[in-house]
Nanobody, 111 residues
Framework: VQLVESGGGLVQPGGSLRLSCTAS????????GSWYRQAPGKERELVAT????????NYADSVKGRFTISRDNIKNTMYLQMNSLKPEDAAVYYC?????WGQGTQVTVSS
């Protein structure tokens, strides 16, 4: 089982980023997935969840209306589109699928 994340980086407040999580080693399309984030000194928190088909999604109140979770089961990839980013969104973002974690990707929001 492997989850490889990409797409993090430095963005100004109000900017956008798209994170990707590419899976291998298990039947990705059979499992729902989630994105979590962890800021320095804080606990890891759930950001968004998606069903295996992509037909159901759920978001933390802090990101509703700004973030969109999606997936492409042909590409075995889950995405997190992040718009209108705020400094408080800065964290290491992790994908979680099939009981496994990605390595994390850093998102920094700063002017």
């Amino acid at each position: 089982v492997q989850l490889v994340e990409s797409g993090g980086g430095l963005v100004q407040p109000g900017g956008s980023l798209r994170l990707s999580c590419t899976a291998s080693g298990f039947p990705f399309s059979r499992y729902g997935g989630s994105w979590y984030r962890q800021a320095p000194g804080k606990e890891r928190e759930l950001v968004a969840t998606i069903s295996n088909t992509g037909g159901w999604t759920n978001y933390a109140d802090s990101v509703k209306g700004r973030f969109t979770i999606s997936r492409d089961n042909i590409k075995n990839t889950m995405y997190l589109q992040m718009n209108s980013l705020k400094p408080e969104d800065a964290a290491v973002y992790y994908c979680f699928v099939f009981g496994s974690w990605g390595q994390g990707t850093q998102v920094t929001v700063s002017s």
